[in-house]
């Protein structure tokens, strides 16, 4: 498979990373913060099935469903292999940010079923279906963020500053306890 890193291209604010520090995770931190939150909604809604959550809820859980699918569309890891790869090839680093990549695409496509079952169905009819997909997609969710914070650790490792590397584990440590 052909890659292009992004060496001899202009990319606007793209660097070299030769170390990563702290400020340069907070963007993914926050996204990982706002994954995890929207998997936090779908358990609590989950957890309350067959009941309907209030319609303030469910009009908050689709509002993020809706934000996480936008977001998808637009990611495409180039910022990733540009921390990551640091303008070498590596085949398992690729292949690593390529795994990061179709797991957002897979919560996306989750997300899309989701949107699509409450809003055109009656999804609460069928809780042990509604329940299966909910279930399905935080767990999803959580594994894919678990995942992008390991692979930024394995590729990164030697380059992360020691505030970097508290920030990445502690995040890891916080999704083992949840």
């Not at 989950?46 to 859980?61: E, N, Q, S, T, W």
């Not at 690729?94 to 496509?109: F, N, P, Q, S």
Request: hydrophobic share 50%; with cysteine; proline share 4%.
């Amino acid at each position: 498979m052909d890659r292009n890193p992004l060496q001899g291209s202009v990319v606007p604010f793209a660097r070299r990373w030769h170390v990563i520090h702290e400020i340069d995770l907070i963007r993914l931190m926050q996204e990982h913060r706002d994954r995890l939150a929207l998997a936090t909604q779908a358990e609590a809604i989950a957890d309350g099935l067959p009941d309907r959550p209030a319609k303030p809820i469910m009009a908050a859980f689709l509002t993020a469903l809706r934000e996480l699918v936008t977001k998808g569309e637009r990611a495409d890891g180039d910022y990733l292999a540009a921390m990551l790869l640091n303008g070498h090839e590596d085949p398992l680093a690729w292949t690593l940010i390529d795994h990061v990549r179709h797991r957002h695409m897979a919560d996306g496509a989750a997300a899309r079923e989701l949107i699509a079952a409450l809003d055109e169905g009656d999804a609460f009819a069928t809780p042990e279906t509604l329940g299966y997909m909910l279930r399905s997609f935080f767990t999803a969710c959580r594994r894919a963020v678990d995942f992008e914070g390991l692979t930024i650790i394995a590729l990164a490792g030697h380059r992360l500053t020691p505030e970097a590397r508290a920030l990445l584990v502690d995040a890891l440590a916080d999704g083992v306890a949840a």
